[in-house]
């Protein structure tokens, strides 16, 4: 230590204040001088001793048989063997259940309805006779072919906080904030207030921009058909999405099941959407008749409007591409279960050989 005038305290002092009365006194003079030096001492020793412990326990770990990779493990090696029989489960496995799907998806029945050639903005009657019978529930699905959901920033092109019902913020909505900019084909709010091309638009956004807006009719023997287009969203998307506490402002409900739908982005380009459930058979040799009011333009991107209605069985809807890939796929593997053992042999004989 550093002698200094204030606290530096001698060995002649100590003996002095020892001779001299009164002695508690003069030992608390020397205590006061002497307490501030030793309390130094000590946080200084303190801290060099955490770091000491710091490191040791660094060090420690760094050592550790995990850090050092030295746990236990298990490492198969491999025998021709082994690779026979995983190669060959695995095989049988995804052929039968290839053959399992292929099966089902052949009883699934569907009518394809092709109407790109219908006039826009006007209303299209088609008429479908029914070859075979379909049995309820048929489902009714959308698709249009060449549109492509998936692009970055299509799927970016929305506020979150909009479509939760928390505000009338236009955040990360790609130029399309306002109902001037969206184009919109309504003029009044959900409330039936009329709208301001100026204000925000709720929903915003290229996603709600493009919203697909064709609705359907079905009837039989003039005899409409009622179509259920309830519940047709995902469970999660209906807790996600809010009616927004801005209604004169709302161009279109948020919680309409069609929004809904729409919104979950389709990573496909020929996206195929749900629009509604029939609860009835549709018995071979009627006639199904289709209203459609035609009001959605396909031809900015020369794609193409469909109408599919569709059974389903207990694997879920047609899926003709996952069934062949399966039975490809065990193919293959059952092949590899038979090349690998014979070229093992070939190798091994080659080296009896040399």
């Known amino acids: 230590m550093q002698p200094n005038d204030q606290t530096h305290i001698t060995q002649e002092d100590i003996t002095q204040g020892l001779d001299k009365e009164p ?8 205590e006061k001088k002497i307490h501030p030096q030793l309390k130094k001492t000590k946080t200084r020793n303190t801290i060099i001793d955490q770091h000491e412990d710091e490191d040791l326990i660094f ?10 990779q030295r746990l236990p493990a298990w490492r198969p090696v491999p025998t021709i063997k082994s690779i026979f029989i995983v190669f060959f489960s695995f095989g049988l496995i995804f052929i039968m259940f290839g053959i399992i799907l292929l099966v089902y998806s052949k009883k699934i029945k569907e009518i394809e309805i092709d109407y ?36 970055r920033r299509y799927v970016k092109s929305k506020n979150i906080d909009q479509l939760r019902g928390r505000s009338d913020s236009t955040d990360d909505c790609n130029h399309f904030e306002t109902n ?15 709208l301001d091309m100026k204000e925000n638009a709720i929903p915003c956004g290229l996603i709600a921009k493009s919203l697909f ?4 009719n079905f009837s039989i023997n003039n005899e409409e058909i009622i179509v259920d287009e309830t519940d047709i969203s ?7 999405y809010k009616e927004n506490k801005y209604p004169d402002k709302q161009w279109h409900d948020i919680t ?48 193409k409007k469909k109408i599919i209605l569709s059974n389903v069985t207990n694997l879920g809807g047609n899926n003709i591409f996952l069934a062949y890939a399966y039975i490809i796929m065990g ?4 092949l590899c279960s038979i090349v690998f053992p014979i070229g093992n042999k070939i190798q091994m004989a080659k080296e009896k050989q040399s």
């Open 180 to 194: 001037e900019k969206m184009d919109l084909w309504t003029t009044k709010s959900i409330s039936g207030e009329n």
């Open 256 to 303: 309409d099941e069609h929004f809904l739908v729409w919104m979950r982005i389709s990573g496909l380009p020929d996206p195929r959407k749900i629009w509604g459930k029939i609860d009835r058979d549709l018995k071979e040799g009627e006639i199904l008749n289709v209203t459609i009011n035609n009001n959605y333009n396909v031809s900015a991107y020369d794609g």
């Open 331 to 334: 193919s293959l593997s059952l």
């Open 59 to 68: 060090e420690q770990i760094r050592q550790s048989r995990f850090k050092q």
């Open 234 to 240: 995902y469970a999660k998307d209906r807790d996600l």
């Open 23 to 30: 002695t508690s006194k003069k030992f608390l003079q020397i």
């Open 213 to 216: 807006n064709d609705t359907y």
């Open 116 to 151: 790109t050639d219908c006039e826009l903005n006007d209303i299209c009657n088609i008429e479908i006779r029914i070859n075979e019978t379909i049995n309820n529930p048929i489902y009714i699905y959308y698709q249009l072919d060449g549109f492509y959901q998936n692009a």
